[in-house]
């Protein structure tokens, strides 16, 4: 007879999806939470019928199965919330109790944004992307410290490259400034205040096209004015008077004749 110990299988796929968030370092998409689960065969003398349905999941069971988690920490209290940030899934402790936590770690509190470097991230989250001189004629003043502080924690990022002259870097937000704040897309920030629409970068780019071109056409305007100026006064010299045989004053001043 056999002493090993026989290990009961998941009773659900949310209790699979729920232990392998819990024991990721990283968050995990849905892809690869289903791509996990389908590795996973039946082991000798284990149910394969019950493991063949797991191997099997869809992609809709799997998004099934992080609804239930979610509620099911929710109800229970335990002090752990499912949390999606850019499309990745994690389980973390809630905000009431990150006090005790950093206790028990002996972590100090938290950095904490100057009030001048969250207004310079606010602009850039609701109007990515932008460059340094674009932010800093919205708020008024220099950004330079406000940006590396930003910088340096990972909040913002370069992101490419202007049309402008000169090609200054563009500024975007971060994929931690997502999970810093607990949003799931930059989408939610027009949720947030909808006054504040997000920027889109296509149309901002042919604003910019649009408004260089018209720039362009402003300048030649007033050489096509003169130059129409010019015909009128031509033809206005050539053309007869309205009032029968006299011509327009000046027409005959060559006329030995003229009046």
Do not use: W
Request: proline content about 6%; glycine content about 8%.
């Amino acid at each position: 007879m056999s002493d090993e110990v026989k290990i009961p299988l998941p009773g659900s796929l949310q209790e699979i999806v729920g232990a392998l968030l819990f024991a990721s370092e990283t968050p995990l998409t849905a892809a690869e939470l289903r791509e996990s689960i389908r590795a996973v065969g039946a082991a000798e003398g284990e149910d394969a019928e019950i493991m063949d349905v797991y191997r099997t999941c869809t992609s809709k069971e799997i998004d099934s199965a992080l609804r239930g988690l979610e509620k099911a920490l929710e109800v229970a209290g335990t002090g752990f919330r499912l949390v999606c940030t850019g499309g990745a899934y994690r389980i973390q402790t809630v905000p009431s109790c990150g006090r005790y936590v950093r206790a028990m770690l002996r972590l100090d509190r938290p950095n904490r944004l100057g009030r001048a470097s969250l207004e310079a991230l606010a602009i850039i989250a609701y109007r990515q992307p932008l460059t340094k001189s674009e932010i800093e004629d919205i708020r008024g003043v220099d950004v330079t410290a406000n940006l590396k502080t930003l910088m340096d924690l990972q909040l913002i990022r370069l992101v490419g490259k202007s049309e402008l002259p000169g090609h200054p870097f563009l500024y975007g937000t971060t994929p931690l400034f997502l999970e810093h704040f607990g949003l799931s897309s930059l989408q939610q920030l027009n949720e947030i205040d909808p006054t504040l629409q997000r920027s889109n970068p296509r149309q901002k780019a042919e604003q910019y096209r649009k408004a260089k071109a018209d720039d362009k056409g402003e300048g030649d305007a007033p050489a096509d004015d003169n130059l129409k100026e010019e015909n009128d006064d031509d033809k206005a010299q050539d053309q007869p008077a309205a009032d029968g045989g006299d011509t327009v004053p000046g027409a005959g001043a060559d006329d030995p004749d003229g009046v």
